[in-house]
């Protein structure tokens, strides 16, 4: 199957400092994955695509200077919240876009497991 | 705009108690509609796509139908490890920097009680 991992799984900062979030695809290169943020009992919300070896887009709303995100390498994105504040708390998660993958389907997104950001 | 509506909002079942999750879409051209699972504090976990009306796809007590205006997601005599949040999203035939984003449902919240 197609395994994305992501780091930290929990972090608790700050207000002010900068936190950064790892996106792995573990057993395939992705070269789009898609950054997410989701409130408490609220969907998930899109902020931004990332592909690799180019800039990120991001979705109306979300600033760019604010959420960082780098796709330096086919296995890797990461997420930079910088001068994180409470209202950046979240649970963000990110997935790797597969585009075939045997008998489960073309252009599917796998998700990673979620990293839950505190700022105090 | 493409748009996602899930219903109901929360569903609670007796084991083996079978019933249906409804997800209703617009969207400019459906290259995929997608079925995850999401436990509380977990990413979501992929179960199906479906590309166009009349698919279906089962997995162990889970059978997703398509038409061309909604999913449906029935649950066969559902087990306690079932419970969880279901969420639907559907992609567009759309090109650019964005190709292949979903656009997600708010999710059915299912429990099933022993």
């Known amino acids: 199957g197609a395994v994305v991992s992501q780091h930290p799984s929990r972090v608790i900062c700050k207000s002010g400092t900068s936190v950064k979030i790892e996106c792995r695809s573990l057993?395939?290169?992705?070269?789009?994955m898609f950054w997410y943020r989701q409130f408490p009992k609220q969907s998930l919300m899109l902020m931004a695509t990332?592909?690799?070896?180019?800039?990120?887009?991001?979705e109306q709303g979300v600033e760019k200077d604010k959420f960082l995100i780098n796709h330096a390498s086919l296995t890797l994105s990461t997420l930079t919240v910088t001068s994180a504040h409470p209202e950046d708390s979240s649970f963000y998660i990110c997935?790797?876009?597969?585009?075939?993958?045997?008998?489960?389907?073309?252009?599917?997104?796998?998700f990673g497991p979620g990293t839950r950001l505190t700022v105090l | 705009e493409d748009q996602v509506t899930q219903s109901p909002e929360a569903l609670r079942l007796q084991e083996g108690e079978s019933s249906s999750l409804n997800c209703s879409y617009t969207v400019s051209g459906l290259r995929g509609l997608f079925w995850y699972r999401q436990d509380p504090g977990k990413g979501p976990e992929f179960l199906f796509t479906?590309?166009?009306a009349g698919e279906e796809k089962e997995k162990e007590r889970l059978k997703a139908t398509l038409t061309k205006k909604e999913s449906f997601l029935h649950i066969t005599a559902p087990k306690p490890e079932d419970s969880a949040t279901y969420l639907c999203?559907?992609?567009?035939?759309?090109?650019?920097?964005?190709?292949?984003?979903?656009?997600f449902g708010q999710g059915t919240i299912l429990t099933v009680h022993p």
């Open positions: 997935s790797a876009r597969v585009l075939y993958l045997g008998s489960e389907g073309a252009d599917t997104q796998y």
């Open positions: 057993d395939f290169q992705a070269t789009t």
């Open positions: 479906l590309y166009s």
């Open positions: 990332s592909n690799e070896g180019s800039k990120a887009t991001y």
């Open positions: 999203a559907v992609q567009a035939n759309a090109g650019g920097t964005s190709y292949g984003k979903l656009t």
